[in-house]
């Protein structure tokens, strides 16, 4: 009855019948497909609506269920599609028609008419949407037609070259080619599109795509070379760089040993002018194959790309390259097959490098927590480079030094995967982890100040921390993992940290200080949200900056038409879980943008779709991970943490507030390392640490500095001081054992402070002089 109903809805505009896609559950796939001819036969504006509706209807639902389609109805949908096309200003769409070819149930039907009709009909239109449809369709009709659709498709000699692949490819092959003009490269997936691994277990496109990179990286040499003329951002034509992705993305999917010669020769290739000027060969390029490195990254990959960020002249690159290169390294970390391989790069087993430079003078490259060349004549150290090697060895001196860079690069990339791995709870099998971490010379100065644990029995795991004692004796299949202070009671927390700080060991990044936010009994009882970082107000600018460094994803704020808020995303766990944290524009506070935060969010993927999830049911980790990102954006761009903020108002009231709140978990870490730190300062008998402050005793008059905002009140009036003193030189005599900005900034006020009667700027000895008129209380 419903299959009848909706075959007359079709054809008979005298009929309506009101349908919805949900509606046709009824209809078996074989009704289904027999409908979908007449359903694209329909043109919105020759039928009532209620035929309109239906097509849709049958449209959607065809293209949720797929179903199998009889030839006969595979040459009357090309034919409604050719009928479709004589009405449509931009083309039809040749995806159905493709889809059908798919899904056909017998040997396909004499297509040739349809097919050229298509094919001239598209080929008039300005634009090519789906290339590889349109040549598999083109391959229906004639070779006229198919030397058209060549001569638009290959568009430079690379495009050209892909073609002659496709020529060669089977009917079957180049429907699974097809799948490429369904893939936006620009947009980030929910999920990876299956048509890269499809394409990669296709043995002539594995062959194509190293001949079209190593093309492509030959093309980049000779621009630089002069051997090619230079034209800015001409390098390669946009067909070229859509090709050249797609087999980026194959490449780097199977992890090539070929790829890492040609990404280094290609990215700076193309990221620097071979004149002076200012531009690029290609900045399309550039970004697509960083891109393509975002969804299949690999640590080769990602020093390329550092390259071609330093080596680029042009202004706006650097950033945009950052901008990507923070989602490289997140996805990295979660790619756990490839993420921590290093190359050895000539360093012996103790992570020394020595190269002769004549007349008794060798270079030597050491590496401890970070890169460093020295230079020794006759054996002995010296200072700089000698004179004998800078006269006639200049190109050494410029060799080892990239070096230092490539390694310095190569180490923080490493560090970043491994904290990217964090909220992904990775494991490693520990004969593999030994040789390739924590004996490897590049890798050992990383991974051995940081804390690991093994695992000794079926759900028992012992932590060790490499750089302090030998390393387990274990068996290779053993399981090895990073240490998260979120798995550890409080008293082991205390004894890690208290280890690292009494052996001055410096962590690549905040590992046992680390903050863990377990759930509240507030957001038990808002179930689905958290406003835990609600209701604060920042500096917009900053804290977009971070989004990016930390991996999430936003869009750009501001007073104009849906810029006034958005949800930054930032997906975890291979892709598994998704948190939101909401923000909205305020206004501008001079030339600063201000924003507000709201809630955060978390959904889960089920069947390939984000689903809102209780924050109850959010993995502990998980959970952890993102809310530290989200107070790390909090704390440090709230207008709280200004000292130079002088807007009256609401804004103002709340700078009065935050600046002196309770302690947020970032802030608690803070003031449990200053419990640790202080004791070793000389300072120490004038501090004291009192709930949220950290107190600090003067010769003129006592100060408290808050450990979240380092906002400083004087006693006995609580009037305000605003310092904002160069934290030079801190590092040099205090030991940190963790990278903090506002920690530094602390310590640095409190020594200040601690000898104000040697204060010598003006301002500040006015402002603790002054307890009395216009100074600001709290």
């Keep these: 009855m419903l299959y009848d109903d909706l075959a007359r809805a ?17 209809l078996t796939d074989e009704q289904l497909g027999e409908l979908l001819p007449d359903a694209h036969r329909v043109h919105h504006a020759m039928v009532p609506p209620a035929t309109w509706r239906a097509a849709l209807a049958v449209r959607n639902a065809a293209d949720e269920r797929r179903p199998r389609v009889t030839p006969d109805a595979c040459r009357r949908l090309f034919e409604a599609l050719v009928a479709q096309s004589r009405h449509s200003e931009f083309g039809v769409s040749l995806v159905p028609g493709v889809a059908a070819l798919v899904r056909c149930t017998g040997d396909w039907p004499d297509l040739s008419g349809p097919a050229r009709a298509l094919t001239e009909s598209l080929l008039e239109k300005q634009g090519v949407a789906h290339p590889y449809s349109l040549f598999l369709v083109a391959t229906l009709a004639d070779e006229a037609t198919l030397r058209a659709v060549a001569d638009r498709l290959g568009e430079g000699s690379i495009a050209m070259a892909e073609l002659d692949v496709l020529t060669g490819l089977t ?22 599109p299956q048509v890269w691994q499809k394409l990669a277990d296709l043995p002539p496109y594995v062959d194509f795509t190293r001949r079209a990179l190593e093309a492509a990286a030959d093309r980049a040499d000779g621009i630089r070379s002069g051997e090619l003329p230079y034209r800015a951002d001409k390098a390669f034509t946009a067909r070229e760089v859509a090709v050249l992705g797609q087999a980026a993305r194959v490449a780097l999917l199977r992890d090539e040993d070929w790829l890492p010669d040609v990404y280094e020769r290609l990215l700076p290739g193309v990221a620097v002018a071979p004149t002076a000027a200012r531009t690029v060969p290609s900045q399309a390029l550039l970004y697509e194959l960083v891109r393509a490195a975002k969804e299949f990254p690999t640590p080769e990959a990602v020093t390329a790309i550092r390259t071609a960020r330093s080596v680029t002249r042009h202004a706006g690159v650097p950033k945009q390259l950052d901008k990507l290169l923070k989602k490289v390294e997140a996805a990295l970390a979660q790619r756990t097959q490839v993420a921590l391989r290093l190359p050895r790069l000539g360093f012996d087993d103790e992570g020394v490098l020595r190269r002769p430079a004549g007349e008794g003078c060798t270079a030597v490259v050491t590496v401890t927590e970070t890169a460093g060349l020295t230079w020794e004549k006759d054996g002995r ?37 491994l904290e990217g791995g ?43 921390l490499p750089a302090t004692e030998n390393l387990p004796d274990a068996p290779d299949d053993a399981s090895v993992r990073l240490w998260h202070p979120i798995r550890a009671d409080a008293e082991t927390v205390r004894a890690w940290r208290d280890r690292l700080v009494d052996g001055e060991l410096r962590q ?58 958005d949800e930054a995303t930032r997906t975890l766990v291979a892709g598994g879980w998704r948190a939101r944290f909401s923000h909205a524009f305020v206004d501008w506070a001079d030339d600063d943008p201000v924003a507000s935060t709201d809630r955060v969010r978390f959904d889960r993927r089920v069947d390939g779709r984000w689903r809102e999830a209780p924050l109850a049911e959010v993995p502990s980790l998980v959970f952890s991970e993102a809310m530290r990102d989200v107070d790390l954006f909090v704390g440090v761009t709230s207008i709280a943490a200004d000292p ?33 730190i202080l004791p070793r300062l000389k300072i120490a008998d004038r501090c004291t640490l009192h709930d949220r402050f950290l107190v600090v005793r003067g010769d003129l008059r006592t100060y408290r500095i808050h450990l979240g905002s380092a906002n400083i009140l004087m006693d006995p009036d609580d009037s305000y001081l605003c310092i904002v003193p160069s934290r030079a030189g801190i590092r040099a005599r205090i030991f940190l054992p963790f990278e903090d900005d506002r920690l530094s900034l602390i310590l640095s006020k409190a020594m200040l402070l601690a000898a104000d009667s040697e204060i010598t700027d003006g301002s500040i000895r006015a402002q603790i002089a002054n307890s009395g008129d216009g100074a600001t209380r709290f």
Aim: proline share 7%.
């Design 171 to 192: 009917p079957a092959e180049r429907t699974v080619m097809t799948e490429l003009d369904l893939v936006n490269t620009y947009q980030e997936p929910e999920s990876t």
């Design 381 to 417: 150290p010296v200072r700089g480079v000698p004179a004998p090697v800078r006269r006639d060895h200049g190109d050494l001196v410029k060799e080892l030094r990239d070096l230092v860079k490539r390694v310095d690069i190569q180490l923080a990339t490493l560090a970043r995967a």
């Design 422 to 464: 964090l909220p992904v709870d990775t494991v490693h099998r520990f004969g593999r982890w030994r040789t390739e971490l924590a004996e490897h010379p590049l890798a050992r100065p990383v991974v051995g100040r940081l804390i690991w644990e093994i695992e000794t029995a079926p759900g028992a795991w012992r932590p060790f």
């Design 644 to 676: 130079d903020w002088t807007e009256q108002g609401p804004a103002r009231a709340y700078w009065e507030r935050a600046g002196f709140a309770d302690l947020t978990e970032t802030a608690e870490a803070r003031r449990d390392a200053l419990t640790r």
């Design 10 to 26: 079709l054809t008979d505009a005298a009929f309506e019948l009101d349908v919805r896609s949900a509606d046709l559950a009824g």
């Design 508 to 565: 690549p990044f905040k590992q046992a200080f680390r903050e863990i936010y377990r759930l509240t009994p507030a957001e038990e009882e808002t179930r689905l949200h958290s406003n835990r970082f609600a209701a604060h107000l920042v500096h917009y600018r900053r804290m977009r900056g971070l989004f990016r460094a930390r991996g999430w994803t936003s869009r750009l704020l501001g007073p104009w038409d849906g810029g006034d808020g």
